[in-house]
């Protein structure tokens, strides 16, 4: 088994050297500074510690309660909120909670389609349909990537929901709530909104407000453009108190044993890290967003939300009809070492076989990537899409441009390599 352990570690090695010479542009990725990561492989991995700080179901727990709180208010004051809660362990895990704790089965929820741009979440066979909940779908301006909103205000007004879910895997401009919060109001709807891609983006003060514009509820992950551990948050404001109980009740016990202290602790650091450097981070990850797009437009690639500036966030979306389809593009790009997803776009009816991509500029933002770099990288899916240059070619200009880019920024640590595999043993397995 000593061969099992070796070929383990060897592949996570060339795993890592893979992405160090990659351009990585997939939206929903991103690095952890090094002061987070290192939190991943401390004791706290090995710990239990159910329940809130002060009341929890194990002895042992004095410094996770010490830490827990402090993730705690941190999250309220970047957030600006009153309620946080961070035991939920993903941000599936989280939306998981907030239908746990404020829904009913076979209860009515509003939201937005995969075809739009909806996460699996909203989906039947997500966690909608775990919780049995039945989606009622706004309607979609194709042109403006957004809810049509006098359309889905008819919707709400006809069928009227009490949870209504805003939030976006394709995730190009902020959600109408403000025009919708009237009609919330006037149906007695919560509002909730799945912030996981565009959640550093809201700490950096960089895209809408969800919590000041009629939501009272925010879920999300906590590794996307917030560039934190892999983990979930709940985050609320003007909850009544019984909704907040029932919040708390779908993270722990509904849908969470344990919640993962190590990645909790980490989560903690890059909350403050984001409070300290996020305002930078977030603005730089927009203006490579609309850099990139612009950038790929010039070189006669069809990004979507043209007239609209393209984006307004860390992602863009790009209908890739003429090049071969998203399937084919995506697998093209990451052969020449340019990592992306295919994407559903609206309009798309098969999810294997979709017409767009998503490209997003979190990691090459977190690595100190600016404009200039965002039209040497058009430029590659150019030569790599249009001019016929083979894959070899474009993966070696790919890496000479990201070695100049290896370092994290925007944290404490900035400068220390962003691909490092931490060998803790130092020798062989035998
Ligand atoms: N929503 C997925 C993504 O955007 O890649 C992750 O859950």
């Not at 006669?300 to 593009?329: C, K, M, W, Y």
């Not at 999810?351 to 990537?369: A, C, F, Y």
């Amino acid at each position: 088994m000593a061969q099992v352990v070796r070929d383990i570690r060897a592949t996570a090695q060339h795993h890592s050297k893979r992405f160090e010479s990659a351009i990585p542009l997939i939206a929903s990725e991103n690095l952890l500074s090094p002061y987070a990561k290192e939190l991943l492989i401390s004791d706290l991995h090995s710990r239990y510690a159910e329940g809130l700080p002060g009341e929890r179901y194990y002895e042992g727990n004095e410094d996770v309660d010490h830490i827990e709180n402090v993730c705690l208010d941190l999250a309220r004051r970047l957030f600006r909120c009153s309620f946080a809660d961070v035991r939920p362990i993903s941000g599936t895990v989280a939306n998981l909670a907030v239908l746990k704790g404020l829904a009913e089965p076979f209860e009515l929820v509003g939201t937005s389609r995969l075809a739009d741009g909806a996460h699996i979440s909203s989906a039947s066979f997500g966690a909608f349909g775990l919780r049995s909940v039945k989606p009622v779908y706004y309607a979609w301006d194709e042109e403006r990537m957004t809810i049509d909103v006098p359309r889905t205000k008819e919707i709400l007004r006809a069928v009227r929901p009490k949870l209504c879910l805003f939030g976006l895997s394709l995730f190009l401009f902020p959600m109408p709530i403000d025009e919708l919060r009237p009609t919330l109001e006037e149906i007695g709807a919560r509002g909730w909104y799945d912030g996981a891609h565009v959640l550093g983006l809201i700490g950096g003060g960089q895209f809408q407000d969800p919590l000041r514009e009629g939501c009272q509820v925010l879920s999300s992950s906590t590794h996307k453009t917030l560039p934190g551990p892999q983990h979930g948050i709940l985050l609320g404001e003007g909850l009544e108190p019984d909704g907040a109980k029932r919040l708390a009740s779908g993270a722990f016990p509904g849908v969470t044993s344990n919640h993962h202290l190590h990645t909790m602790a980490a989560l903690a650091v890059s909350l403050a890290e984001h409070l300290e450097f996020g305002r930078e981070y977030a603005r730089q990850t927009v203006a490579n967003a609309k850099a990139l797009a612009q950038a790929l437009n010039e070189r006669g690639f069809d990004v979507l939300a043209e007239p609209l500036g393209f984006t307004q966030s860390h992602t863009i979306a790009v209908r890739v009809t003429n090049e071969g389809g998203g399937e084919a593009v995506a697998r093209a790009l990451a052969d020449a070492g340019i990592i992306s997803n295919k994407n559903l776009l609206p309009g798309d009816a098969s999810p294997k076989h979709p017409q767009g991509i998503r490209l997003g500029s979190p990691e090459v933002t977190r690595v100190g990537m600016k404009e200039r770099e965002m039209g040497r990288i058009a430029d590659l899916f150019d030569g790599l899409l249009h001019k016929g240059r083979s894959s070899d070619e474009i993966r070696t200009e790919a890496a000479q441009l990201k070695a100049g880019f290896t370092t994290l920024q925007y944290c404490f640590g900035a400068g220390e390599a962003a691909y490092r595999y931490y060998d803790l043993v130092g020798r062989d397995p035998s």
